[in-house]
């Protein structure tokens, strides 16, 4: 058993040793990376004890927070100091009572962590990573949008999806955008996400998007609003 144990151990400090180099770490990667199964790192994760969370495929460092480790499309860490202060931006802008969609990517965990824990307000999203944080929040009504599992930016899309919207009245959209150009207005780089983020806007009493301004002036291929669609875009600069 002190063998087992010993053994878990030593793979618990492998792992945080390479995901604090990365950033985040795929399962699959880590597994390879120690050449164990998948299974295996789960059971080691299991108890709850290693400060390392599974969040859309991703491992994380808990104790850098799940805002500030989390990435799906390679973040770099200049960026993150932006991205934490646009979510708190965005943040401050919910009330009690509020029903708020949070959208997916890199910058959402950040408006999720700067939301005060005892905040009684009802949560839609259809993100993995937002789901788990909603989940922990002690006063939060959490719903999750199904559907099938995307794992390259932890989402959920199905027409159920869709037709699931049609029941629920949103005060706040906070979405997020992989670019914001004036000419081309909002883009992201999954076309699954745009059918989401329109019916999103279309429901939401208002819409706000929450980028960092490395994003302005970047185009990616999935077209989703004009730049002026917005109620209000917020970047770390306000």
């Given at each position: ?157 199905s027409k159920d999806t869709l037709r699931g919207l049609k029941r629920l009245g949103i005060a706040k959209a906070f979405l997020s ?62």
């Open positions: 058993m002190s063998e087992t144990v010993d053994r878990r151990g030593a793979r618990l400090e492998r792992l945080r040793a390479l995901i604090a180099r990365e950033g985040s770490l795929r399962l699959a990667e880590a597994a390879r990376a120690l050449d164990v199964s998948t299974m295996t790192l789960r059971r080691d994760l299991a108890d709850g004890g290693s400060g390392i969370d599974l969040l859309g495929g991703h491992l994380v460092d808990r104790r850098h927070g799940p805002a500030a480790a989390y990435t799906l499309e390679g973040a770099t860490p200049s960026h993150l100091a932006a991205k934490a202060e646009a979510g708190r931006r965005a943040a401050a802008l919910i009330k009690p009572g509020d029903t708020i969609f949070v959208d997916c990517g890199t910058t959402m965990p950040h408006l999720m962590a700067a939301i005060p824990q005892e905040l009684e307000i009802t949560i839609v999203c259809y993100a993995l990573p937002i789901a788990s944080q909603a989940s922990r929040m002690a006063r939060a009504q959490l719903f999750l949008l199904g559907g099938l599992f995307h794992p390259g930016s932890a989402t959920f899309f955008a992989g670019g914001i150009d004036a000419q081309q207005g909002a883009t992201c780089s999954n076309f699954h996400e745009v059918p989401v983020k329109r019916a999103i806007m279309e429901r939401a009493a208002r819409s706000y998007l929450v980028v960092d301004s490395s994003k302005q002036g970047l185009v990616k291929p999935a077209r989703f609003a004009a730049s002026d669609a917005f109620h209000r875009i917020i970047t770390e600069n306000g």
